[in-house]
């Protein structure tokens, strides 16, 4: 770090942000995925 | 571009790179200049992500191809979640490990210096000519609607990053990129919430989106499979996913944002975070898009987007034949106007005989339209033959430049300047890193001390950009240029996906056998692109499979002389 700024001493985070595991955030990543699909899909049967 | 305009173009450019400079000022060594030290929060990480791969071209060409094509193009994104998840396990963890500043370095490790260097070297030729491209892409649509010098367009993108990636590296590329994000994210909801704002009274945004539905723009997902269709769910969860995994895996200019992380779960969560967030982003851009068509169903549309372009035309002897397909133009578009307001009411009262009649008298004059279009862009040909009749990329700068009020046109500009300017550094601060550590500090000069690698890295970030500026300025003498760079960039990037894929997941090979997989593999791309009519996009993967076949048959090759060299 450069000495004309205060340092940050916070610790990287290590652990993933709701879950217990890393597993967890991928599953979520991938769900959102296939919500957005369907969601899509749903929009172009609805609009077509 | 009135007063306002200026104040908030320059206003909002002078603020980011500024802040750039003042934020990150006195870098004392290499760790700190290409790393950040280690000090990103998964948040700068996400976002610097997203705006490196977000170029100005991203925010001129999606909302015009909405236009043209629909929703569809959302689909070539759904792989880079997928591919998010592949390098969070894979990759990232071999990174830090390994403590590597570029990706290439990693390839010592695992082969030998000679696979490493051959890698850095493809990356520094493709990158190179890409960084170009970033700044004369854009620079060339907004000289031509602003009437600004080429020229200056490019000097001003390209001196701007050079300010403060030059002063601040790594670090000043990811907070100025929060910034710009902020700005381009802002900015286009800004132009989103006008254009449905700026719709006929009896035309609410459901109505709007209804009417963008019957007119085939709704088409966000096609399951139905066809080798010779770009976009449908297929091609985008195949050849996304491929792309995603090169482009985020081994690309030094995203490379370098995932590893200046804080640790390796703030590293992983940037790159998850992209994955959240890029296709609802693209999904908006898109819409967009197709809002500015829906406007345009109820306001007239010029005949052809690109202003200047028409103007050379009004020049020559072809005028007269311009002006009367533009009258022409305009007249079906009055006539349209009668069955658009049918369509309005046939939706709003869901009677599904008249919505089909309304339909069918629509396409009918959108058809007519489509074709006296087609005819200009023949006169247009003809009169100026080296005119480019592909308008798309400049029906949404048509929009901001004749329809928003002032100040809006400046935060629309700033948009596009700071999506330039993004990915712009992202490209230098990789090129100068990829050189210093992988070239310069390697193979030239082993002894120096840190001052002596972090002046060098500062000087090679210059010559890049200066390269880059150089590039982008001459760049109008090649024809088809952009084109031109895609080809260059897919000779090599399907090698190096191979080589990287080997590296992560076929153990058994080893350094010798992947380097000449890798030159018989470009011998063999080069080949395709020569003496074959393979469409371009198809060397990254005939690159990649030709690394790991030939990977294979030679570690084979070579390990039974060595049993036999044994017995």
Known sequence: MNDTHPVDEEPGIHKPPFFKRWAGMYWLVLGNLAFLIILFYIITKIYQ | MRPLD???????????????????????????????????????????????????????????????????????YFGLPIAMVIISITVIPIFYRLNVYTAYEFLENRFDLKT????????????????????YAPAIILSTMLGWSLTVT??????????????????????????????????????GVMVVSYLPANVGLGDAVAVAGKMGKMNVVDFSFDWNDRYNFWSGMTGGLFLALSYFGTDQSQVARYLGGKSIGESRLGLLFNGLLKIPMQFLILFIGV?????????????????AAKSKVYATVHAEELRGLETKYNDIFEQKQEAMQGLVTALKT??????????????????AG??????????????????ETRDTDYVFISFIMKYLPAGLVGLLLAVIFSAA????????????????VDIYKRSVKQDGNPTHYLNASRLFTLAWGLIAILFATYASLLDNLIQAVNIIGSIFYGTILGIFLVAFYFKRIKGNAVFFAALLAEVIVLYCHYFTDIAFLWFNVIGCIAVIVFGFILQGLIGKKKKELVA
């Open chain 2, 421 to 436: 300017m993004s990915s712009t550094a992202s490209e230098l601060n990789a090129l100068a890193s990829t050189t210093v």
């Open chain 2, 291 to 307: 809002m500015v068509f829906v406007f345009y169903q109820f306001n007239p549309p010029p005949v052809f987007f690109n202003e």
């Open chain 2, 154 to 191: 490019n000097l001003i993108i390209g001196v701007l990053v050079i300010i403060y990636t030059m002063s601040g590296g790594t670090k000043a590329v990811s907070v100025t990129q929060k910034q710009q994000m902020a700005v381009m994210m802002g900015g286009m909801i800004i132009a």
């Open chain 2, 350 to 367: 869901e009677d599904e005989t008249a919505i089909t009649a309304a339909q069918a008298e629509v396409n009918s004059h959108t058809a």
């Open chain 2, 116 to 135: 490493r260097s051959l890698a850095a070297f493809l990356f520094l030729v493709q990158r190179g000519l890409a960084a170009g491209i970033t700044i």
């Open chain 2, 6 to 76: 200026w104040i908030v173009l320059l206003g909002t450019l002078g603020f980011i790179v500024s802040y750039g400079v003042w934020k990150t000022r006195g870098s004392k060594d290499i760790e700190g200049y290409l790393k950040g030290d280690n000090s990103m929060k998964w948040w700068t990480i996400g976002l610097s992500i997203m705006a490196t791969q977000a170029s100005a071209i991203t925010f001129l060409s999606t909302p015009g191809q909405a236009y043209e094509d629909g929703m569809r193009f959302v689909q070539f």
């Open chain 2, 370 to 387: 489509k074709e006296v279009r087609e005819q200009v862009k023949s006169v247009i040909k003809k009169a100026v033959p080296d005119a």
